[in-house]
């Protein structure tokens, strides 16, 4: 059974730096994009960053040059470095991969259980 965990949420003030991790585990045969999510208070679950397998990267516009999200295929990890963080970056921050993994012969996405990450101004 595969499982996404993460960490290093927390509360930061205005201005500030939180790195965010999220480690794959379980029986994976292959991972292909893996990315960050958000969700606000009253708001739906948007895309911050994702990056694929070969290292391309794509962002959200509100985090452009803020955030950087990076991967390290051999622990099968995903990385989220937010820097210059805002009131408006406050929310619970999902970690979503494409994996393929028995008994599946093709990707299917799976989700962490969310960490919070609250800016304060």
């Known amino acids: 059974q595969v499982q996404l965990g993460e960490s290093g949420g927390g509360l930061v003030q205005a201005g500030g730096s939180l790195r965010l991790s999220c480690a794959a585990s379980g029986s994976i045969g292959s991972i292909n994009t893996m990315g960050w999510y958000r969700q606000a208070p009253g708001k739906e679950r948007e895309l911050v960053a994702e990056i694929t397998s070969s290292g391309s990267t794509s962002y959200a516009d509100s985090v452009k040059g803020r955030f950087t999200v990076s991967r390290d295929n051999a622990k099968s990890t995903v990385y989220l470095q937010m820097n210059s963080l805002r009131p408006e970056d406050t929310g619970v921050y999902y970690c979503?991969?494409?994996?393929?993994?028995?008994?599946?012969?093709?990707?299917?996405?799976?989700w962490g259980q969310g960490t919070q990450v609250t800016v304060s101004s």
């Open positions: 979503n991969a494409w994996i393929r993994a028995p008994p599946f012969t093709v990707p299917r996405p799976y």
